[in-house]
């Protein structure tokens, strides 16, 4: 355990200590139903409702609009669907962004066969959505746009602001998956001009299986599942207390440290950045390097496979991710890095390290030197890269190079 290096901290992250604590009186203490009529489960709502509360503040919104769920996945299929279900009679088309999670694009690709129309906005090179294209993109028809806070593969944070502001003034609702960016950069619902926003706990050390969907007073959105009257009798099923109290708690703790460990991680981040590509030639960064998470550090090593190079950093203690989210063997490239523009081949040679507070320099200068020798070894079997060689000028280390 010691020696395990864990850099996926965008597929998950540990819960924190503090976040298991307050969550263990709600197993084998008060396991009460908290919608039951007497006082021992009373107690149990009024500290679910303590923690919506708390979760609400965070972001600047009410209490009455924060719906919890199980997780990001859910949250994005009910705001895309709700509102396109709500909103049938006044259009069929939805605007979205060719690089957002799953939960999003293929919810969106579920509606194209139910008679709807969706635009997938392109982005540029650094991955950011054009506010303007955005605009240009909206018919009489459109009824939402969903427009991700910070990618999950490359770390760049969207123009959220701009793009909310542009939805509001062509009447438009607006929502965002914020899972990445909730607890790891600030966010105001009414300053982003955000109509809804989804959000899972687990993306901030929070326990997996809780999210929750913010809605604005008045959003025009069908209710999820149908059943006891659970929040607000919009998304039916015995209310999970212990989750959302330990959610609330990740809330807390992220609130209090915001600033410190996102500087503490941006200092591992570049550092991080630096040396690899100072030591492993032919490797690009992915994504902006200004506004990007602060956790996150994506490369692209030309000549090599991603998939062995998590093999073998696998065999060596380090948890790392390609950034696709193919672990199913899937031969595609992430639709991420095709979507800034990458060549097939080079997108293949995708790595993800996403740190957390606990990382630290020696782990960063560790994966840094692991790479190299990884990237070096693989390149020495790689029939591309000899081809390569032989055809340039060897010695030339063309950093940066496509
Ligand atoms: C992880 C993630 C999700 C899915 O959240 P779950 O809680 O795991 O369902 C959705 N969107 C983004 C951007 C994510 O990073």
Not at 116 to 143: C, H
Not at 343 to 360: C, F, V
């Amino acid at each position: 355990m010691s020696d395990l290096i864990y850099m996926d901290n965008a597929a998950t992250t540990r819960v924190a200590p503090e976040v298991l604590n307050a969550m263990l009186p709600y197993f084998c203490e008060q396991y009460g139903n908290p919608s039951s009529a007497y006082a021992f489960s009373g107690k149990i709502a009024e500290n679910v409702a303590e923690a919506r509360r708390t979760i609400a503040g965070f972001i600047g919104a009410k209490e009455r609009e924060i719906y919890f769920t199980a997780g990001g996945s859910e949250s994005d299929n009910w705001a895309i669907k709700g509102v396109a279900d709500a909103l049938r009679e006044k259009g069929n088309h939805i605007i979205t962004t060719a690089i957002e999670h799953h939960a999003v694009l293929h919810t969106c690709e579920f509606l194209e066969k139910h008679g709807f129309e969706v635009t997938y906005l392109p982005v540029d090179s650094r991955g950011f959505v054009d506010p303007k294209a955005l605009e240009g993109a909206i018919k009489p028809s459109t009824v939402l746009i969903s427009v991700m806070t910070a990618n999950n593969e490359i770390g760049t944070i969207e123009p959220i602001a701009q793009i909310g502001k542009t939805a509001h003034e062509h009447g438009i609702l607006f929502h965002t998956d914020a899972v990445q960016a909730f607890g790891h950069i600030p966010i105001d619902v009414d300053k982003m001009n955000i109509d809804m926003l989804s959000a899972s706990a687990h993306k901030l050390n929070g326990p997996k299986g809780v999210g929750l969907l913010y809605v604005r007073t008045g959003t025009r959105i069908s209710n999820l599942i149908h059943g006891g009257a659970q929040e607000y009798g919009r998304r039916a099923g015995t209310v999970n207390a212990a989750g959302i109290i330990g959610f609330a708690e990740a809330v807390r703790l992220a609130a209090s440290e915001m600033d410190k460990v996102s500087a503490y991680e941006a200092s591992l981040r570049d550092r991080l950045i630096r040396k690899v590509t100072e030591e492993i030639p032919y490797t690009i960064v992915n994504g902006d390097l200004k506004e990007r998470l602060s956790n996150n550090a994506s490369f692209c090593f030309r000549f090599i496979e991603g998939e062995s190079l998590l093999l073998l950093l696998d065999k060596s203690g380090i948890c790392a991710s390609s950034g696709s989210a193919c672990t199913s063997g899937s031969l595609d490239p992430s639709h991420v890095l095709l979507a800034i523009g990458l060549p097939h081949e080079t997108a293949h040679g995708s790595l993800r390290l996403t740190l957390s507070k606990e990382n630290t320099e020696e782990e960063v200068d560790r994966v840094a030197e692991t790479l190299r020798q990884i990237v070096e070894r693989l390149r020495s079997m790689s029939p591309l890269y000899a081809d390569f060689c032989s055809a340039s000028s060897v010695g030339d280390k063309g950093k940066g190079a496509i």
